[in-house]
């Protein structure tokens, strides 16, 4: 068969981006949907009061900012400051607002401040190495970190002791994650110095469980849209016709592409592109590819950047060793997104 829009959308697999220090630095801020993203405008389940709960404490939390900047700030003699601990983890699963809360909190902080996932710091260390790392994030009111997630102990331990060096010079961190923080790694890693540095790390935060329903499957039967090949293909024409920015890969190709690609380069990758088009999806049986897959879809949700697919549905392309086994989480937070980005389901401003 051939695919006659093929030769006219462009191809992810074509494109090698390079990414410099300074850029990721210069995009250690909020994604697009959340650039506005305040306390105010998240909206909490009633159902589920652990959310109004933690609007209320990450309010306190940036409260001691707001006491510092009063006239007498700290040193007011009549004032009683309250102990906090330097960091705040948001724990909770998919869709119930962690990553608008988490925005809204860098919002809220006075610069210098950060806001990037895990794979972005750790991009950076990459990057620039560890001590000039250290030195450009030195002096930050705050540090953000979105899906605090553990796919390497080395990473992780890397991680944990640039947080600590930060923290010991005044910098205040937040994360999130769908794993309690001292709960990291487990069923993956039990190397003892690993669970060691996770355990200091964790006494640093203060955790808040937020519960709740994944907005982006409440109104959906949570399965991602698939198409037939030819409707693929028209679906692209009709986008190109109209002036869209339409990519259309092969998933195999597209899958190989991206094991040359590091994770930190995908927010690149995907740069001005407005609709992504995968042929051919199918069932992966191997784990790295898996997590290539899910750090993609991370930065394809972050971008708003709609799919149109054929093949296996993308929610089902997981097997069941994958859906069982200790990465089971971030499997399945990426179900959720492939659900929404392939049903038009994009984030109403929350996360």
């Given amino acids: 068969m051939t695919h006659g829009a093929t030769q006219r959308a462009d191809r992810l697999i074509d494109r090698t981006p390079n990414i410099t220090g300074a850029e990721i630095v210069a995009d250690l801020v909020p994604p697009p949907q959340f650039e506005s993203a305040s306390f105010e405008s998240y909206r ?44 705040i983890y948001l724990d909770g699963g998919f869709g119930v607002g962690k990553t608008h809360l988490l925005a809204s909190l860098w919002h809220a ?49 890397m991680m944990t002791r640039l947080l600590g060096e930060l923290i010991a010079t005044g910098t205040r961190v937040a994360a999130t994650s769908n794993t309690p923080p001292n709960s990291l790694g487990e069923g993956r890693f039990a190397a003892s110095d690993f669970m060691r540095e996770i355990q200091a790390m964790s006494s640093n935060f203060e955790t808040l469980r937020i519960d709740g329903l994944d907005y982006r499957r409440r109104d959906t039967e949570g399965r991602a849209t698939t198409v037939e090949p030819e409707g693929l293909d028209h679906m692209v024409d009709s986008l190109i016709q109209r002036g869209s920015s339409v990519t259309e890969d092969d998933f195999g190709a597209l899958m190989r592409h991206l094991a ?75 179900q959720s997104r492939m659900v929404a980005l392939t049903t038009g389901e994009l984030p109403p401003h929350s996360a």
């Fill in 44 to 87: 909490p389940d009633a159902d589920f009061p652990s959310q109004a709960a933690a609007v209320s404490r990450l309010g306190e939390f940036a409260g001691v900012w707001r006491a510092q900047q009063r006239p007498g700030g700290f040193f007011s003699r009549n004032r009683k400051v309250k102990a906090e601990l330097p960091g």
């Fill in 109 to 157: 902080a006075p610069g210098p401040k950060y806001f990037g996932t895990f794979i972005e710091y750790t991009a950076l260390v990459g990057a620039l190495g560890f001590a000039d790392t250290v030195a450009q994030l030195k002096g930050a009111k705050l540090i953000c970190i979105d899906e605090f997630e553990l796919d390497d102990p080395g990473d992780t331990m």
């Fill in 260 to 334: 040359t690609v590091h994770p930190s380069k995908y927010i690149k990758l995907i740069r001005n592109v407005d609709v992504i088009g995968i042929r051919d999806a199918f069932l992966l049986t191997n784990q790295t590819d898996a997590l290539r897959l899910v750090a993609f879809i991370d930065r394809v949700y972050d971008a708003e950047i709609p799919i149109i697919s054929s093949g296996l549905a993308l929610n089902d392309v997981f097997d069941a060793d994958m859906m069982n086994g200790g990465y089971r989480k971030k499997y399945q937070r990426s």
